[in-house]
């Protein structure tokens, strides 16, 4: 499996963007896709992951009702939608794919380059 993550940019605060995680490669439907983000000095956290089958997420407590993780299983990308973005969203944010749900970043074991998010106040 290889994933491409794009999508970052700069933005003001509040602002939105849409992050995308295009994958190739066989995807199982067991498999799950989470997006990871790393802070300058910060270690990696886990943000939002989504099942490649079926619609169970699950999101870090920072982000609930502002970021929503989908998929389109027919083009194989995962998006999230990034809303209401502070200063702290700042970071590189991943993708990445899991045999099982997990907010741990070893058990992933596909990974996406990162791409930039930075929000500035």
């Known amino acids: 499996v290889q994933l491409q993550a794009s999508g970052g940019g700069l933005v003001q605060a509040g602002g939105s963007l849409r992050l995308s995680c295009a994958a190739s490669g066989r995807i199982f439907n067991n498999y799950v896709l989470g997006w990871f983000r790393q802070a300058p000095g910060k270690e990696r956290e886990f943000v939002a992951s989504i099942r490649w089958s079926g619609e169970t997420t699950y999101y870090t407590d920072s982000v609930k009702g502002r970021f929503t993780i989908s998929r389109d299983n027919a083009k194989n990308t995962v998006f999230l939608q990034m809303n209401s973005l502070k200063p702290e969203d700042t970071a590189v944010y991943y993708c990445?794919?899991?045999?099982?749900?997990?907010?741990?970043?070893?058990?992933?074991?596909?990974w996406g380059q990162g791409t930039l998010v930075t929000v500035s106040s």
């Open positions: 990445a794919a899991a045999p099982f749900q997990t907010i741990q970043a070893i058990r992933y074991n596909y």
